[in-house]
């Protein structure tokens, strides 16, 4: 049974950092990402990792403040978050999928994790 466990969501102010932890179990994937909910908004995409570090793929409201990185060997995928914003706040899912570095078309997803940005 595939499972995604996110952590590291908190109450922070504007401008500090953060890092999300996503640790999956049940099956390894080609593909981990990032997404966001913030209230009365849709889902987005935040950012994405394949097995190698030039695979990678980012929002435009992430790049250059948020880093994806993974450890293939504990199965688990981090989101480093710095310089946050209040409109970073939303709810923060780990998504995985077994084809290449994307935007969409995941097939797991973990329960979220909350991030609040004060400012």
């Known amino acids: 049974q595939v499972q995604l466990v996110e952590s590291g969501g908190g109450l922070v102010q504007a401008g500090d950092s953060l890092r999300l932890s996503c640790a999956a179990s049940g099956r390894t994937f080609s593909t981990m990402g990032w997404f966001r909910q913030a209230p009365g908004k849709e889902r987005e995409f935040v950012a994405a990792?394949?097995?190698?570090?030039?695979?990678?793929s980012y929002a435009d409201s992430a790049k250059g403040r948020f880093t994806i990185s993974r450890d293939s060997a504990k199965n688990t995928v981090y989101l480093q978050m710095d310089s946050l914003k209040p409109d970073d706040t939303a709810v923060y899912f780990c998504a995985a999928s077994p084809r290449p570095v994307r935007a969409t078309g995941y097939d797991y997803w973990g329960q979220g994790t909350q991030v609040t940005v004060s400012s």
């Open positions: 990792r394949g097995w190698l570090a030039s695979s990678t």
